[in-house]
């Protein structure tokens, strides 16, 4: 195998809509196994699906690694020694391999139309088999260069006349591979159809092209799905076939990402209100939005330290993990070979964590830029991160801190007088009009001596400090949640303070 050379590996998405969590997944394990190795992470666009084409999605996916930290060394955007990294632009150099299978027996050109081939889905339906595919039992049946004579076949090409080049799939061979993940790996090749390498418009299939790419990019390791599992014994007949088995890459295939109904799709996304993309994507076409973990309020160290232990641990307890960590700890060998399930609440803990885990002086930019967003007056920053660090325990995603904080830099709209009503007295009136008299005369506007004092005068007005405490916290938050209250009406300043209490007593009389 290869593994004397340079570790180089791809990820290489097809640009046809949002970014799945599974993608983003594939990305991590890739990244972190290059990074490990000292080696090159490729990102290859596969676009050569023009039917697939979405405007945009391209765009999309680099922003999308921007944002998760995972920044590829080779690209379209980064550059690179084996561009283009955009297969529709290395389209004339995929026929001559094509070409060279057909010259050797391994391929052939068919030129069957679209209403032979419908035709030929009927005839060979059996109840056995309901979808018959284009294979070696029906191959010696249709128009191709296998059935046709030289001549005619010289003739039709010339002719320019539509055809195809597919791969000739031998008969019940067993063919394997060694998988990082899953060890040995067979397939007869009888239940393979033969696959379309070339197509009409002349664009190779994803076949022939990721093998070509490998290749001509020197992959070392090919990590992808395990949706892809099942075009492996194509894959490495072509090997066999063009660059012999030795050049191959290793191959690991990870686990599905399943949700509450089976492989986690944007549907059950939908239906349980979490996201599965990793950034908001409109669809062009329809103008649908589906949400991002961006935009739902999830930090990218929270995002990928859930992706990596979606199929993945280092053998003990620990679970969270800083990108630094994972790419000492990674191993493709811990990697699981079942189906990982996701679970929405453990990806909010990991937030949670992540929240409590950040610097105090990173975590406020990054409430301050969503406060911001959110046309909130932020302006000091020392003050921001006294209060994110008030309020960081309450939260679990970036937006929460909006309902937390808010009230510190504009006064409620709205207080929630009906929880204060119906145990308001006269004995409370006194209590805060005496409160406010010592508050106006207190020169040390400090979280303890607001507190000492409060607590003197409730009991001077035989009052338990419990009964009073929620109704100042609703004057000052507008609602029954935030810190210490004390902590809140320093932070807010005499004259803040003095001025929600006075507005809330004049609305409870
Ligand atoms: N173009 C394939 C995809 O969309 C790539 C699969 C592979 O990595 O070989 O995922």
Not at 125 to 141: A, L
Not at 237 to 258: D, K, R, S, T, V
Not at 492 to 498: D, F, I, P, S, Y
Request: contains cysteine; negative net charge.
């Amino acid at each position: 195998m290869t593994t004397d050379k340079k570790v180089r590996v791809r990820f290489a998405p097809s640009p046809t809509g949002g970014l799945h969590l599974g993608g983003v997944r594939t990305v991590l394990y890739n990244y972190l196994f290059a990074r490990q190795h000292g080696g090159d992470f490729i990102l290859r666009i596969e676009d050569t699906d023009q039917t697939r084409f979405v405007p945009g999605a391209e765009e999309y996916i680099f922003q999308c690694l921007a944002w998760a930290g995972l920044e590829p060394d080779e690209s379209v955007k980064h550059g690179g020694a084996y561009g283009p990294y955009r297969q529709s632009e290395r389209k004339e150099l995929y026929r001559s391999y094509a070409e060279q299978l057909v010259e050797n027996g391994r391929a052939y050109y068919a030129f069957d139309t679209p209403e032979e081939l419908e035709q030929m889905r009927r005839d060979f339906k059996t109840e056995q088999n309901p979808s018959p595919q284009y294979d070696h039992q029906v191959r010696g049946k249709m128009r191709n260069s296998l059935t046709l004579s030289k001549e005619e076949v010289a003739r039709l090409l010339k002719e320019n006349t539509r055809h195809v080049i597919r791969i000739r799939m031998p008969e019940n061979e067993t063919i394997g591979f060694t998988d990082m993940i899953r060890g040995e790996v067979n397939f007869n090749t009888s239940l393979v159809d033969d696959k379309v390498l070339l197509k009409a418009d002349g664009m190779p299939t994803y076949h022939l092209a990721v093998v070509v790419d490998d290749y001509l990019m020197k992959i070392t390791h090919a990590f992808r799905g395990e949706e892809w599992l099942p075009s492996a014994p194509v894959h490495i007949l072509l090997w066999q076939y063009l660059f012999g088995l030795e050049q191959m890459p290793q191959w690991a295939h990870f686990p599905l990402i399943l949700g509450p109904s089976g492989k986690l799709s944007k549907r059950d996304g939908a239906k349980y209100g979490f996201p599965v993309f990793a950034m908001n994507w409109t669809d062009p076409k329809s103008g649908e939005l589906t949400e991002g973990f961006k935009e739902k309020g999830f930090l990218p160290e929270a995002f990928i330290n859930l992706l990596a232990v979606l199929g993945w641990n280092d053998g003990t307890e620990q679970e969270v993990f800083s990108l630094e960590e994972l790419i000492r700890k990674f191993s493709m060998d811990r990697v699981h070979s079942s189906g990982a399930k996701f679970d929405y609440e453990k990806a909010k803990w990991y937030n949670h964590e992540w929240i409590k885990k950040l610097a105090p002086e990173d975590l406020t930019q990054r409430v301050k830029e969503m406060l911001i967003a959110k046309e909130l007056p932020v302006t000091d920053d020392g003050a921001l991160q006294q209060i994110v660090e008030m309020v960081k325990d309450r939260t679990t995603l970036l937006p929460d801190f909006y309902e937390q904080t808010a009230y510190f830099f504009q006064t409620p709209e709205n207080i929630d007088i009906a929880a204060i009503q119906p145990k308001w007295n006269e004995a409370k009136q006194l209590f805060f009009t005496e409160l406010i008299r010592n508050y106006e005369l207190t020169d040390t506007w400090e979280a303890a001596v607001l507190e000492n004092s409060f607590k003197e005068i409730a009991a001077a007005s035989q009052l338990k400090p419990g009964e009073v405490m929620l109704p100042l916290r609703i004057m000052l938050v507008g609602g029954k949640f935030g810190p210490h209250v004390f902590d809140i009406a320093a932070i807010l300043g005499k004259k803040e303070t003095m001025q929600r209490i006075r507005h809330t007593l004049g609305l409870l009389n």
